[in-house]
């Protein structure tokens, strides 16, 4: 039955992926053994020369302004980058293919007709971005983390949606990043490509499956990525490396022009967004994706143009400290309550807010959910090549007993389950108005992303604080809070904490000072479904707030 | 196993329901032979006095207006269709219960109410709205036609959703109609309370399930009508019975509030929508059911406020002749082509539109869809009275093989069939601006809304022209063809059509120009997804053209 053996494949795919980076730009990183390698992001690199630390460092927002000042070339602008996401693959190993002599091309074309015409070609005129594997790129890799699919490329006419638009509007593309088997595990790591690192702290995961868009974000190898996000997969990464991003409602951005190991479930679905270094760039890519009137190319999006959001003048914020499941680490409820403090003394209000349902019960659901084929289609193709199942997965069916088919029944009371769980929530969030000061429910949700500022290698964490909002189907952002790492000094183990049962047990046995050291914090806030612009507009108070940033 | 035998539950249902029409009420029109009862509406009925004709022929628009002007009370209101209703039932079968007392305190209340304060209740003040079987309405039967449900009946706190604001803006129920058993049967017939007859020709269906609802619409029982559609089951009733109606895309309105005998399945979910007399009353209550902001109590409703549509001069309707599976019978295509004369003879273009992929095949994965679970909560409720299946349904189950629970990895492959029908249906849309006149894609797609102008009792029909639009999840309306009937002479048999296949072919052989002989004929007019408000403005254009009514 096996085709070709697992291992020679991952050998064959890594020699070719490593080809793939120019010569010049191969370097041997084998001896640093520093946990963090952000100094090669901040104080840069030999090979990056300091008008390439000045493109990469702009936001994509200031990017697109100087190059429509012709400052910078939309060539140099990909050599730029590329150099710069060369590096930080090499640090971290988050890319499966580069093509970066295809980028250049395309920059070279977008700077001939700039110069021809006087005209942008588009809104996004030489705008790098990063392609994660399961997006469809013509000619390019799509492998799901499989050694079965290790040489599946897409064809011109499978590009759609979000990327067929950012070609369109005037995107470079010049690399893929790779993604976790199947997808459903929230680190980037594979049998075929490895395990993806923590550029902060290597020693944790970057979390995943977005996990090569948040590096490239936070090393400036790009400065505008797209994620997917089922369970976490934008989120997750995004806060582990300390990055802003938008996990939308269902139906708000386009997603055709994708596709998985196994077609996409509907009752808890995937949804696209952006991963960036700043919330006006988040804005920028959000705005446009909605601009581009989705619904007329996803047969599933939603026609709700852009509205612009009008807040009050102060905020109403609920606070989740915990979901009753999985404490979070002392780093995050740090941050929490200093969040809190600062939005107090800003004037904000804080409402502690308590989840209406036991989020135990509910992750069971949505893992049935997730898993209604009991893996068979992933089974499948690890069998193609003999593959072995990635630990996490192996600990997370194993903790789930996920191991066969549901039968229709099955699927349509897990759907019933969800609609219960999805208005038990909205009638939460409603009735939080009887019980503000201000009188109105609250405006957006603060919540952990995960119980800790990241976890570590090949280890099936409580995904609990993510997979909530998709199973319940509301926008998520990322808030990145400046200048605060998991601190083995400030964050100690509270050894007097006695865990409520075997997640919080488990989570709290995992929490170690010193493994965390130096991992960025970041927190989520969670928005009201389809009201994508107000969410924005509130993170842009709060990132005033929190991070003294203008928006 | 049984519990109680299903013929003796039937009986005392029935017995139980006939008692709950008023005795002065009661008359017997077993000595009634004609095919059409439709003169008891339009000439009237002893029991009814010219006052209540008066009241009853109004549309709910103007019956608001006239309760606000002090013209009527709401007890009078009432009580004129409730006389009415009870006249409609008893020579159509189509009530489970009538609850006229409690109908008749409601609109006492609303009459105290408006005499002491000077103020209406709500925007619905006095208005009388019939009550489908599956909705929760507090203390009243839902059975879903089976007898192992036949004495459940909803608490105060199941009520939710449109009934529950409907009672708020101040409408008055009175009865509930019934629905076929598990309301997958495009009639209304169950073992429980027997076959429903289409007042304008008993020999022919009203159509289903909502079929209570089209008949108190056309025999003036109710003003207002709220049926349930997932797979035709608002459109062919309406359209059977020459009435207005809207089956919107999912999540416009709100859906909770109402329960079937199995959990909704949401691959191709249902939608609640309006069946009315007139499209201003189309419109009244597609406009409240959006102001009410439905995405505050729904968790999956979409937040979409109404939009005032802004139309081009001229339409281009796209023209869907046959979907290549059953053509449609002679009454229908004339209908159709008449319908394109007047368009074009206004100045409308028409375009010739023709389905990008094999309606039988959609048709089959739809069912599928429906019927994951293989009908096994169905199965069980029928085994606990020993009731058998209904012709309809086993019909259905022998031809499209359904007899087993599907598995996880089927269901995905379902969803992500539909999925490619929706972009290949989007596409087509989209893709006809290259060949119209006008240069842009069709305003709305004119087709027929069944292969008949109604069907035979206990028949499986060809579902697929309202079904295919369930899958798809567009919207559609029903118009009436004012005065345009199925006609013997005018629509003899096309004794030389030469059936394409077995469907065409059997559904050929349904055609018989005597029996279908006055059933109205009316057709579908589809819209883009989420906008109704688009399709609601193009149906008033159609329906001054077509019928010449100003709404």
């Given at each position: 039955m096996v085709k070709k053996d697992w291992k020679e494949i991952v050998k064959e795919s890594r020699a070719r992926r490593d080809m793939t980076i120019p010569e010049k730009w191969r370097?041997?990183?084998?001896?640093?053994?520093?946990?963090?390698?952000m100094h090669f992001a901040t104080?840069?690199?030999?090979?990056?020369?300091e008008r390439q630390k000045e493109i990469t460092t702009l936001s994509a927002g200031a990017l697109l302004q100087a190059i429509k000042d012709k400052k910078y070339t939309c060539v140099e602008v990909c050599e730029a980058f590329a150099v710069r996401a060369c590096i930080a693959h090499q640090l971290t190993?988050?890319?499966?293919?580069?093509f970066i002599e295809e980028g250049l091309e395309t920059a070279r074309k977008l700077d001939e007709y700039y110069e021809r015409t006087?005209?942008?070609?588009?809104?996004?005129?030489g705008l790098p971005v990063s392609v994660k594997d399961h997006f469809h790129l013509a000619g390019h890799l799509l492998n799901t983390g499989f050694t079965a699919w290790a040489d599946f490329r897409n064809k011109p006419e499978d590009e759609d949606g979000i990327f067929k638009e950012l070609r369109k509007a005037g995107c470079v593309f010049f690399m893929k990043t790779h993604m976790p088997t199947?997808?459903?595990?929230?680190?980037?790591?594979?049998?075929?490509w490895g395990n993806v690192y923590?550029?902060?702290?290597?020693?944790v995961t970057s979390g995943g499956s977005s996990g090569g868009e948040t590096i490239m974000i936070s090393m400036y190898g790009t400065p505008m990525a797209i994620g997917t996000d089922g369970a976490g997969s934008i989120r997750c990464p995004a806060g582990f490396c300390g990055n802003y991003s938008l996990k939308p409602t269902?139906?708000?951005?386009d997603y055709t022009g994708q596709s998985n190991y196994a077609p996409n479930q509907v009752i808890v679905p995937g949804v696209p967004g952006p991963i960036c270094r700043s919330l006006s760039d988040v804005k920028l890519m959000s705005k446009f994706l909605i601009d581009v009137e989705p619904w007329t190319n996803d047969?599933?999006?939603?026609?709700?143009?852009w509205r612009e959001s009008v807040l009050p003048e102060k905020l109403t914020i609920g606070l989740?400290?915990?979901?009753?499941?999985a404490m979070p680490h002392p780093p995050i409820q740090r941050a929490l309550r200093e969040v809190r403090q600062k939005l107090e003394a800003a004037g904000h209000e804080v409402y502690e807010f308590e989840m209406p349902f036991d989020c135990e019960e509910a992750m069971k659901v949505t893992m049935n959910i997730y898993f209604q084929s009991g893996f068979a289609e992933g089974k499948k193709l690890l069998a193609e090549t003999g593959e072995p199942l990635m630990p996490a997965l192996e600990q997370l069916f194993r903790f789930y007993n996920i191991d066969r088919e549901l039968t229709g029944s099955e699927s349509f009371k897990l759907a019933a389950q969800r609609n219960k769980y999805r208005k038990q929530f909205l009638t939460a969030w409603k009735d939080t108005a009887t019980k503000t000061k201000s009188g109105r429910p609250i405006d957006a949700l603060m919540c952990p992303?995960?119980?800790?500022?990241a976890f570590a290698h090949d280890l099936f964490p409580w995904w609990g604080y993510t997979s909530l909002f998709n199973m319940l189907d509301y926008p998520g952002i990322t808030l990145p809070i400046k200048g605060c790492f998991s601190d083995k000094t400030k964050d100690p183990?509270?050894?007097n904490y006695t865990p409520v049962g075997p997640w919080d047990k488990y989570t709290y046995d995992q929490y170690d000072p010193d493994l965390f050291h130096g991992t960025p914090i970041s927190l989520q806030f969670v928005g009201k479904r389809f009201f994508e612009e107000d969410l924005l507009q509130i993170s842009q108070v709060l990132d005033k707030v929190v991070n003294n940033v203008d928006n």
């Amino acid at each position: 039955m096996v085709k070709k053996d697992w291992k020679e494949i991952v050998k064959e795919s890594r020699a070719r992926r490593d080809m793939t980076i120019p010569e010049k730009w191969r370097v041997d990183f084998s001896n640093e053994k520093s946990a963090s390698i952000m100094h090669f992001a901040t104080e840069g690199h030999p090979l990056v020369s300091e008008r390439q630390k000045e493109i990469t460092t702009l936001s994509a927002g200031a990017l697109l302004q100087a190059i429509k000042d012709k400052k910078y070339t939309c060539v140099e602008v990909c050599e730029a980058f590329a150099v710069r996401a060369c590096i930080a693959h090499q640090l971290t190993n988050c890319v499966s293919e580069f093509f970066i002599e295809e980028g250049l091309e395309t920059a070279r074309k977008l700077d001939e007709y700039y110069e021809r015409t006087g005209q942008l070609w588009g809104p996004f005129h030489g705008l790098p971005v990063s392609v994660k594997d399961h997006f469809h790129l013509a000619g390019h890799l799509l492998n799901t983390g499989f050694t079965a699919w290790a040489d599946f490329r897409n064809k011109p006419e499978d590009e759609d949606g979000i990327f067929k638009e950012l070609r369109k509007a005037g995107c470079v593309f010049f690399m893929k990043t790779h993604m976790p088997t199947s997808g459903m595990v929230l680190e980037t790591t594979s049998n075929l490509w490895g395990n993806v690192y923590n550029p902060y702290n290597r020693k944790v995961t970057s979390g995943g499956s977005s996990g090569g868009e948040t590096i490239m974000i936070s090393m400036y190898g790009t400065p505008m990525a797209i994620g997917t996000d089922g369970a976490g997969s934008i989120r997750c990464p995004a806060g582990f490396c300390g990055n802003y991003s938008l996990k939308p409602t269902s139906g708000r951005f386009d997603y055709t022009g994708q596709s998985n190991y196994a077609p996409n479930q509907v009752i808890v679905p995937g949804v696209p967004g952006p991963i960036c270094r700043s919330l006006s760039d988040v804005k920028l890519m959000s705005k446009f994706l909605i601009d581009v009137e989705p619904w007329t190319n996803d047969p599933n999006a939603v026609a709700i143009p852009w509205r612009e959001s009008v807040l009050p003048e102060k905020l109403t914020i609920g606070l989740l400290k915990w979901d009753g499941v999985a404490m979070p680490h002392p780093p995050i409820q740090r941050a929490l309550r200093e969040v809190r403090q600062k939005l107090e003394a800003a004037g904000h209000e804080v409402y502690e807010f308590e989840m209406p349902f036991d989020c135990e019960e509910a992750m069971k659901v949505t893992m049935n959910i997730y898993f209604q084929s009991g893996f068979a289609e992933g089974k499948k193709l690890l069998a193609e090549t003999g593959e072995p199942l990635m630990p996490a997965l192996e600990q997370l069916f194993r903790f789930y007993n996920i191991d066969r088919e549901l039968t229709g029944s099955e699927s349509f009371k897990l759907a019933a389950q969800r609609n219960k769980y999805r208005k038990q929530f909205l009638t939460a969030w409603k009735d939080t108005a009887t019980k503000t000061k201000s009188g109105r429910p609250i405006d957006a949700l603060m919540c952990p992303i995960s119980p800790g500022a990241a976890f570590a290698h090949d280890l099936f964490p409580w995904w609990g604080y993510t997979s909530l909002f998709n199973m319940l189907d509301y926008p998520g952002i990322t808030l990145p809070i400046k200048g605060c790492f998991s601190d083995k000094t400030k964050d100690p183990k509270d050894t007097n904490y006695t865990p409520v049962g075997p997640w919080d047990k488990y989570t709290y046995d995992q929490y170690d000072p010193d493994l965390f050291h130096g991992t960025p914090i970041s927190l989520q806030f969670v928005g009201k479904r389809f009201f994508e612009e107000d969410l924005l507009q509130i993170s842009q108070v709060l990132d005033k707030v929190v991070n003294n940033v203008d928006n």
